[in-house]
């Protein structure tokens, strides 16, 4: 690349970029910052409260996260792959519904729906399939946060891979057909390869917004320990008026992100010059 | 695709418009009135407060903005009453504060609010304690209790057949009906911290000391062993004031610790069991009221004192604080129970009669206790 194309591409990406440092890289410059004063003094006291109090936290979070990804990725991978070969208007537009359903939303409907006596049991008692006396709660739990999440990422990930089979040639599906590949043979040796960089890049977005999840853990997790970290980050701030540990909580879940950033960039810049 | 607005529809905004217009031109004085606390709060002052004073005072305008839910929302008014004096400014722009106690020594040793309370009509109504003295400060003749809030326990008597009237008798119950007490910790709301902060009271024996300080770390050795025993109770751990409330609705638990208001709230909305009662029980639960202010240099003294004159006036207590919120009144009750609809009156003290409550109604310890107890409380 010569000089003056150089500046020429620095100069249109000045506008953005100043955005991105005034609204991100600064506020995080002072997060970290905050993050070692403690009583206006340097110090690593917010990081040992945060290992005395949220290691085990830190570790919930990223299960909840990781399973929630795995599980959000097996079903749009196959889904996607019934849709973009045998296609099927009226489940597409089903599965595009989360997409327009606020957190808190998803929360609350979950939580009613899951809870011990909530819509899901009601309805299977009904059957005789649960003991209203004594019922299993989905709701409350871990598996109820995972539940919502994959629930609402599921409509992002359909988009997004979905998306990514439609600009799959179609000449390589029929090639594999002559050959008398199963839908599932299609999926897994011709899309889902083709496909790989986009399914990268939503595992990433998906990823560290599972991470950030707040409302939902928040209506449908159980109340006591371990808790996922924006909860912490939230009781931090406004029950202990302690933005230390909260900025620290807060590094914590950058460095978490950050990882799969990295690799999430790595992927899109690769093809480039 | 871009909605129309109906001809009709735009000539009442116009006409609304114009008349706003001129009655704002006709009005003398315009009240600003700053509320901490959720939307239920900024909503009561707008919609509640604000029409029925303006229609009985021609002339003043009330202007009602919400400064945030919690504490925080409290803190910002005090910091903006701080700021207006540090530049020195001859006429503040808050004429009447609604804050929570946690902010009143800054409001008074900054010099911030007015002793102006001996001065209204509705002075010699008001009896409360906390009226006199927030979390071990002396407040006498700065605040006029606006309501006084309460956790009590509520339960459902087709599981509890006899409700526990002691915290000793609470615990056996718990213990003979596992998992059928539920209360949301610390991190979900306020009924699970005034629980938790009553069990704290209960096992130390030391409430005076906390709610009326001096503030003494050594008060505190009890509280690692207390905690822990709170925490090795079969009890179902919810997620916040709303949750507890929905599982007693439910009936997946029998009993928890509620904001009274938000129980009484719900039965009014029909969105709970009716046959729900509630309970304090010996030696009680905290509760806390917010109090009106009225800032130092308010630029309309005398109406800012007419406005919390007419808020704690036994009508207005009676009708709004008590029929419409399920709040305990800010003055004293035997001025407000004549004017109080006798369904309302047994929501509200069928199940904790005032004698009960100004046995067992507690205050929130000193700021330091406090904080301190919910730190013991996630670390043991």
């Known amino acids: 690349m010569r000089a003056s194309s150089r500046l020429l591409s620095l100069a249109i990406a000045a506008p953005p970029l100043a955005i991105v440092v005034w609204l991100f890289f600064l506020p995080f410059l002072s997060s970290a910052h905050l993050s070692f004063l403690r009583d206006g003094a340097w110090s690593l006291g917010n990081y040992a409260l945060v290992w005395r109090l949220y290691r085990f936290d830190v570790l919930y979070t990223l299960w909840i996260s990781v399973v929630s990804l795995v599980l959000v990725l097996g079903i749009a991978i196959f889904l996607c ?108 040796d011709i899309l889902l390869p083709m496909a790989a960089p986009s399914l990268v890049v939503a595992s990433a977005f998906m990823f560290t917004s599972m991470l950030a999840s707040f409302s939902i853990p928040l209506m449908i ?32 879940s950058y460095l978490l992100a950050m990882g799969v950033a990295g690799y999430y960039l790595r992927t899109i810049t690769v093809k480039e010059f | 695709m871009r909605r129309r607005v109906p001809g009709g529809r735009m000539v009442g905004i116009l006409v609304m418009l114009v008349f706003g217009w001129v009655g704002l031109v006709a009005a003398q004085v315009t009240l600003n009135v700053v509320t901490a606390g959720d939307t239920n709060m900024h909503d009561l002052q707008r919609n509640v407060f604000a029409p029925e004073f303006e229609k009985r005072n021609p002339g003043v305008k009330i202007n009602a903005v919400g400064s945030g839910p919690g504490d925080p929302g409290s803190r910002v008014i005090a910091n903006k009453l701080k700021s207006q004096k540090d530049a020195g400014v001859a006429k503040w722009d ?39 003295n927030a979390l071990g400060f002396n407040v006498e003749g700065y605040v006029m209790p606006m309501f006084h809030s309460q956790v009590a326990l509520a339960y459902n008597p087709d599981m509890v057949q006899s ?36 069990w704290a009271y209960w096992k130390t024996g030391l409430y005076e000391k906390y709610a009326k300080g001096p503030y003494d770390k050594s008060t505190q050795a009890g509280w690692p062993a207390a905690i822990k025993e709170l925490k090795s109770l079969p009890v179902t751990l919810t997620t916040g004031n709303n949750d507890t409330l929905d599982r007693l609705n439910r009936g997946e638990i029998a009993m928890g610790p509620v904001w009274v208001d938000m129980l ?111 730190t013991a409380y996630e670390e043991n």
């Open chain 1, 81 to 188: 792959g019934y849709l973009r070969i045998v296609g099927h208007r009226a489940v597409e537009f089903l599965f595009k519904v989360p997409l327009f359903v606020p957190f808190v939303v998803v929360g609350h409907g979950m939580r009613v729906l899951l809870a011990p006596r909530g819509t899901l049991n009601s309805a299977l008692a009904q059957v005789g399939l649960v003991d209203l006396g004594d019922p299993p709660s989905i709701a409350f739990t871990w598996l109820g946060i995972v539940v919502s999440l994959v629930w609402k990422n599921l409509a992002l990930a359909v988009l997004l891979v979905l998306g990514a089979y439609r600009a799959v040639d179609e000449a390589y599906l029929e090639a594999a057909r002559n050959f008398g590949a199963s839908v599932y043979r299609q999926i897994k």
């Open chain 2, 163 to 198: 409700p526990p009237n002691t915290f000793e008798e609470l615990v056996a119950w718990i213990k003979g009906n596992p998992k059928k007490f539920g209360y949301n910790g610390v991190k979900g709301g306020m009924s699970g911290v005034a629980f938790t902060t009553g």
């Open chain 1, 221 to 252: 997790g159980g109340g006591e320990q371990p808790q996922m970290l924006m909860v912490d980050v939230y009781y931090r701030i406004n029950y202990q008026n302690d933005l230390g540990t909260a900025n620290a909580l807060g590094m914590v």
């Open chain 2, 94 to 132: 808050v004429d009447v504060a609604i804050v929570h106690q946690i902010v009143m020594p800054d409001l008074i040793q900054q010099d911030l609010v007015a002793k102006y309370a001996p001065e209204i009509s509705t002075w010699k109504l008001m009896t409360a304690a906390d009226g006199r």
């Open chain 2, 264 to 374: 009484i709230d719900l039965k009014n909305q029909g969105r709970m069991d009716p046959k729900i009662r509630m309970k304090l029980i010996s030696p009680g639960f905290p509760g806390q009221p917010m109090y009106l202010v009225v800032p130092k240099q308010a630029a309309n003294y005398q109406a800012a004192k007419k406005y919390v004159e007419f808020i704690t006036s036994p009508e207005i207590q009676a009708k709004v604080i008590v029929e419409r919120n399920g709040w305990y009144p800010g003055i004293d009750g035997k001025h407000v129970l004549p004017h109080v609809s006798a369904k309302a009156k047994s929501m509200l003290f069928q199940d904790v009669p005032p004698d009960e409550l100004a046995k067992y109604g507690l205050s929130f310890p000193l700021s330091q206790h406090f904080k301190d107890l919910l």
